[in-house]
Structure formats: structure tokens, C-alpha cells
């Protein structure tokens, strides 16, 4: 018997296996129930008293062996199925990318990046805003007609709090705060009454821009607009700019890009204009100046604001606003990798 004991040590010290199904074919073999060892300990009852004590070790020895090398083999295959995490680098990014940047975030931040590239800081202020930063101090007189243009949501009862209409409040409330020379942009979230549709939305976003010194002119404007309007939509795009009115810039104007699905054409984006709309601005009114205590016979400056639903609808050809809002995944993910 102790023969037989001592070749089945050399033989499962020898055994090999190439997965963990072999491991386990070797496991029961030696080790289940009828296993080879199992039988030689049922056996061991037989062996006669005067030798028990020298087979019973060796019978332990070979128990021993077979358990850890059956572990051993386990433990290698084991390690194999999770070699690229047990071995890997756990601060290297994953290779799939996880979810995707909403459209609006993508467009925002390649916004800020190309006014970062001429010097523009980003500031940000208060969705709920009061009556004076949001309409008075931009020259909105109370009776101004302009303020039922905006289909302002009020906040209960009183009519001097709101959900801001556009992001030009942040143009006061850092002029409040700060004196020129001021270069700065101000994205946010925007809230208007308006019937939900394929062209509007109750809540969009804007980024709003405002550039503050000694002589500033409009020649800046239109130089600083263009190399934007290039930056977003391609070099050859052209810009033209339409007399027009806000209440907190004088002069005003409406900045139309060449319409970068047709190149000036005409198509159904551009109503068969060739042109599209994507700004307003203009130089910052003498009183909007006062009204936030910068001096205006020191100091002149231009403004413009954008809606970014609008550019980002350009720039992938989105044909519906209300897609942005409904995180319907197939639409998300066209957008994966896109930074
Ligand atoms: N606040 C305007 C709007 O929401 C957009 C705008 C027009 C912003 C002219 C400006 C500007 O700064 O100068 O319709």
C-alpha cells in the first residue's frame, strides 16, 4: 500500500491541466468520493495495526499534496481569466468609453474654449434673478415693450423675482462687481413662457459675452465675432451683420453666419437664404453702463449673446430642440467621444 501511496504522490505531482474544466476533471479523480485517495482511505481500515501509524501519514501526505496542487492549478487559471485587471494598470482610462457629453455640454464647452483662446474669462450668475439685473439696469423701462417680448416666468406672487430670460444679467451684475478693462463670457440656463416645439423650448441655454475698456469700437465687435463665427463653423464661413434693436445696446445688430450645411446656397436650414442667425449684439448702452457704476465717458464696450441649442443645432444638423431635453439614448449616443 505505501507503494501505491508513494506513486500517486510522483503522479499528481506531475499532473497538468490547460483550464479550469481539466483542473476540476483532475479534482474529482483524485479527491470526490470515489477519487483515487478516497479509496486508499477506505482501505486504510484494513491495514494492519502494527503499520497504521507509518501508512496513515503518508496517506495525510498524499491528501495533502493533491489538495494543493489541484489549488495551485485553480489559482493559475484563476489569475489568467482576470489577467487584465488583477495585472493591469487600475489608473489607465477604460477603453470604452462610459456614457457620452450631452450635445449642449460638448458645443458650451467648445464655446468657451475658442473665447479662452483671446483672452475671455467665464463667469457665471443666479437663475432666479430680481427685476433689475434681469430688465431694469439693462434699460428696460418698466413699461418698455421689450419685457413682454421675453414671456417671463415670475416667481409667485411677487413680480420683482423671475427665472432669468437671458444671460445679459450676468453682464450687469459683473460690471456691479468689477471695473474694466472686463472680458468675459457667461454661459447658462435661460427660462422663457413659451410653447414647446421643434423651434422652441421653455428652457434653453445662451452664452453671453462682454468686452469692457477705453475705446473699444464696434470694428472690435465685428473682429472679435468673426474670428469666432470662423473658429466654430469653418474658415470659409462669412458673417454679416443686420442693423436690429435691444434696449441695452445702441447700436445694435443680428449676426448671420453663411449657412454651413448648403456653404450659401440655399437649403431648407437656411430657408433658401443662404444665411442663418445666430447672434445679437452690439455696443453696451451709456446706461447700462451707469445704471452698474462704470463710468461711460471713461469707458466703452461691446456685448453679444447666443443661444447655444441653435449653434449646436447648425453644427450637427439637429432638427429638433426638444431632442436636447428628452435623453432619449440613441440620440446621446451619436455623441460619444465628442469632447
Ligand atoms: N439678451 C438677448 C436675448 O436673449 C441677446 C443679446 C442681444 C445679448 C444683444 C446681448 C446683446 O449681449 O448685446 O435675446
Not at 464655446?111 to 431694469?136: K, L, M, Q, Y
Not at 468675459?184 to 428652457?203: K, L
Amino acid at each position: 500500500m505505501v507503494e501505491r501511496i508513494e506513486r500517486l504522490i510522483t503522479e499528481i505531482g506531475a499532473i497538468k491541466a490547460v483550464n479550469l474544466d481539466e483542473v476540476e476533471q483532475l479534482r474529482l479523480k483524485y479527491l470526490s468520493k470515489k477519487g483515487l485517495v478516497s479509496v486508499l482511505f477506505d482501505e486504510f481500515k484494513t491495514v494492519p495495526a502494527e503499520i497504521k501509524r507509518e501508512v496513515g501519514q503518508k496517506l495525510n501526505g498524499l491528501k495533502t499534496s493533491a489538495l494543493q496542487k489541484i489549488e495551485q492549478l485553480k489559482a493559475e487559471f484563476e489569475h489568467e481569466d482576470n489577467a487584465g485587471f488583477a495585472g493591469g494598470d487600475l489608473t489607465r482610462p477604460s477603453l470604452k468609453p462610459l456614457g457620452a457629453r450631452h450635445p449642449i455640454s460638448v458645443v458650451r464647452k467648445q464655446i468657451i474654449d475658442i473665447f479662452a483662446r483671446i483672452g475671455f474669462t467665464v463667469a457665471v450668475g443666479p437663475e432666479i434673478e430680481d427685476d433689475w439685473h434681469n430688465f431694469s439696469a439693462l434699460n428696460f423701462t418698466p413699461d418698455h415693450p421689450a419685457r413682454d417680448m421675453q414671456d417671463t416666468f415670475f416667481i409667485a406672487t411677487n413680480p420683482d423675482i423671475l427665472l432669468r430670460t437671458h444671460t445679459s444679467s450676468v453682464q450687469i451684475r459683473t460690471m456691479e462687481s468689477s471695473q474694466p478693462p472686463i472680458r468675459m463670457i457667461f454661459p447658462g440656463r435661460v427660462f422663457r413662457n413659451e410653447a414647446i416645439s421643434a423651434r422652441a423650448h421653455c428652457i434653453f441655454h445662451q452664452v453671453e459675452g462682454l468686452y469692457i475698456d477705453k475705446n473699444v469700437s464696434f470694428a472690435d465687435l465685428k473682429q472679435t465675432l468673426m474670428y469666432f463665427a470662423k473658429e466654430m463653423f469653418g474658415e470659409n464661413t462669412e458673417i454679416r451683420l443686420r442693423p436690429s434693436y435691444f434696449p441695452f445696446t445702441e447700436p445694435s445688430g443680428e449676426m448671420d453666419v453663411s449657412c454651413n450645411i448648403c456653404g450659401g446656397a440655399g437649403c431648407n436650414i437656411c430657408k433658401y437664404t443662404g444665411w442663418v442667425e445666430i447672434l445679437g449684439c452690439g455696443m453696451v448702452d451709456p446706461n447700462a453702463l451707469e445704471n452698474s457704476g462704470i463710468s461711460s465717458r471713461e469707458y466703452t464696450g461691446f456685448a453679444f449673446g447666443m443661444g447655444i441649442e441653435r449653434i449646436t443645432m447648425l453644427k450637427y444638423q439637429i432638427k429638433d430642440l426638444r431632442l436636447f431635453f428628452e435623453n432619449d439614448v440613441r440620440f446621446l449616443r451619436q455623441f460619444t467621444g465628442a469632447m
